[in-house]
């Protein structure tokens, strides 16, 4: 979001960025500092904002109407999300009085989790256009009142195709002209050396295995030291480090201690940028065993590193690894195929020659390219914003 922002800022637009719960002490302040400037927060809301809410909701009712109708009369969401659905209906009041003295054109928000409902009623109070880009829990796992929001919105943009096919066949009331698919991207090390993998210097080398992403259950790191036991009673010598912290740290301590892996698989915790680097400098192989996912940019950091990756064929990864020629491709949630893609890797990486040029470096050669041409940062930073100006210029044109 702060790359969007910036961006649009060096076009000359004004925005006005911001977010519905104030963070605490250094994350606010390194926020703002990314978006160079003060973010207009919701929460804690005042009380005068809380009565100036009131009064327009009162004068407006009739925008807000159709939502509340939805909330209260439609659906089968449970008696909890219909109680949030209608607090986040005033919520987006007390942010409709907040906005209104910055005369917004358009309001735009990231996920479509409930925030998502906020930025929605305001802009429907303020009578402007309301917007969104979806990623992947927020699609797959979180998608509460989602028909509504793209019913309402003027355009929806999300990263994959794999969404937008998604989107087109559960919510068939949207038209298929205003779900756009717009790409992440990572930035391209420069510069760039071919990695050569330690392997191939002794036979006596351990496969390294790299994973990132937080310590969450749907990144299903449990998955893998499992994957790390059965390699091990196969045989395979190699070492796995897990970067990240979560909520299923003691979790996986404890599958780490009863696997009897203390030796093997290890949880780095929080990493800086420079330690990431390290790691990703010396992995053999990146693996991802999430369960859902949008496309993810951990592999694309490797990738742009020249890293063999092996990911689960889940929403949108086949779009960013393509299986035997950018990366490799296991059945998700299938321990055996993963742990089968992974002895192969060790055996061709242990096969390799220095002297001469593999088929695992076409595949690295690959991966790079793959993210240079299509999941490039700057590239589709520029092809967003782009498109976002069309898009909103063309609305105001229609509704000034």
Known sequence: MEAEVRELRQLGV??????????????????????????????????????????????RWNRVAGL???????????????????????????????????RVHHIHVHHGYFGSWIAMAAAQLLGVGFSLTLHGSDLFL????????????????????????????????VEAKKILVSRLGVEIPK?????????TQSTA????????????????????????ASLRDCGVDFECAIAGEGAERRRLEKVIRELRLQQRVRLIGHASRREMDFF?????????????????????????RGKIVVAPTITGVPELVIHDKTGFLYAAGVLKDLVTKVISLEQRIRAESRDATSDLDWVRHAARVQVLHNFNREKNMFLFTNRFLQLVTSEISRHP
């Open 14 to 59: 004004s925005v006005v960025a911001g977010g519905v719960r104030r963070p605490s002490g250094r994350p606010q302040r390194l926020q703002e500092r990314n978006l160079g400037s003060e973010v207009l927060y919701l929460q804690p809301v005042r009380i005068l904002i809380l009565l100036r809410a009131f009064g327009l909701l009162i004068r």
């Open 68 to 102: 509340l109708a939805r909330v209260l009369l439609q659906g089968k969401e449970s008696p909890g999300l219909r109680a949030k659905a209608l607090l986040h209906t005033y919520l987006g009041a007390c942010y409709a009085v907040q906005l209104s003295q910055h």
């Open 142 to 173: 979180h998608g509460a009142y989602l028909d509504t929001k793209l019913q309402n919105c003027r355009f929806c943009m999300t990263i994959s195709e794999y969404n937008r096919r998604y989107i087109l066949r559960h919510f068939a009331a």
């Open 191 to 199: 510069p760039y050396k071919p990695t050569w993998s330690p392997a």
């Open 205 to 228: 080398h351990r496969l390294r295995l790299f994973s990132v992403g937080r310590l969450h259950a749907v990144k299903d790191h449990a998955f893998l030291v499992r994957a790390c």
């Open 280 to 304: 990703y400098d010396r992995a053999d192989v990146v693996v991802l065993t999430s369960r859902s996912e949008g496309i993810p940019l951990v592999l694309m950091e490797a990738m742009a």
